[in-house]
């Protein structure tokens, strides 16, 4: 039904996402290096893949985006050390992902993947399908290539409030965001290791960045925060399954 409303509808937005596509600012990734660490202790590796936000588009440097806020976090909830590094590519849609950034992939198998894709798949008017279709190739892609990581896949973010779409389209992209969220969520939930952290939070115009549409390094302190708690849980849980078997 959402999908009917959304095709419904989009042809009297259509002038809109021309406008806006044209007219939208086009900010650069985020300065510093590509990898990093964190805290001390024992060493946990950490990869973040994916769009802009993996670029730290928002951010000044990549250590006050979400690779480097995810890893601060989760080196103090699991009071050890994270070795970080972000393979991020601005405008990046889901297969751009598998095709040209999975191969840049290092030999070293993380513990940890931070995944980040869709709201571009949104915004070039993917459907459904092939969106869930390619977040599977992806999803058996990192776990081929590390298959005892935890991965954590960022839920798509609250379109309805992104400042830089006007009304109506940026109700319309909300609603399709809800959609493509709830088919990432199906599909995460049938691989072992891959969990889904949602981005349910009421967009505030200070928890994006001046284009209006990435987030601000305090909105990434706190997408960082919930990343690592998700993988935190995951990790104790897995690690509690262990200690029961042995």
Not at 150 to 155: D, L, Q, S, T
Not at 196 to 222: C, I, K, N, Q, T
Not at 229 to 243: H, P, T
């Amino acid at each position: 039904m959402r999908s009917i409303i959304f095709w419904g509808l989009f042809p009297f937005i259509l002038p809109q996402a021309v406008y806006v596509r044209k007219t939208a600012p086009r900010f650069s990734g985020a300065a510093g290096p590509a990898k990093g660490t964190a805290g001390t202790g024992k060493n946990f590796n950490l990869i973040a893949i994916g769009d802009s936000i993996i670029a730290g588009v928002g951010a000044t440097t990549l250590a006050k985006a979400l690779v480097g806020q995810t890893a601060e976090k989760l080196s103090l909830l699991l009071y050890c050390k994270i070795t970080w590094e972000a393979i991020g590519g601005i405008g990046a849609v889901s297969h751009h992902i598998i095709e040209r950034l999975v191969p840049q992939l290092p030999d070293n198998q993380p513990d940890f993947m931070v995944v980040s894709a869709g709201v571009n798949d949104i915004t070039s008017l993917s459907s459904v399908a092939r969106w869930r279709q390619n977040l599977t190739i992806l999803l058996q892609a990192l776990g081929n290539y590390a298959p005892a990581a935890i991965i954590a896949v960022a839920g798509i973010p609250p379109l309805r409030g992104f400042p830089v779409l006007p009304q109506p389209m940026r109700a319309l992209f909300g609603i399709r965001g809800q959609t493509f969220d709830r088919a990432a969520r199906a599909e995460i939930g049938r691989h072992e290791n891959a969990i889904h952290v949602p981005l349910d939070f009421e967009p505030e115009p200070r928890m994006f960045s001046a284009d209006g549409f990435h987030p601000s390094e305090e909105s990434y302190r706190g997408f960082g925060e919930m990343m690592a708690q998700g993988i935190a849980e995951k990790f104790k849980a897995i690690a509690s399954e262990y200690q029961e078997i042995g």
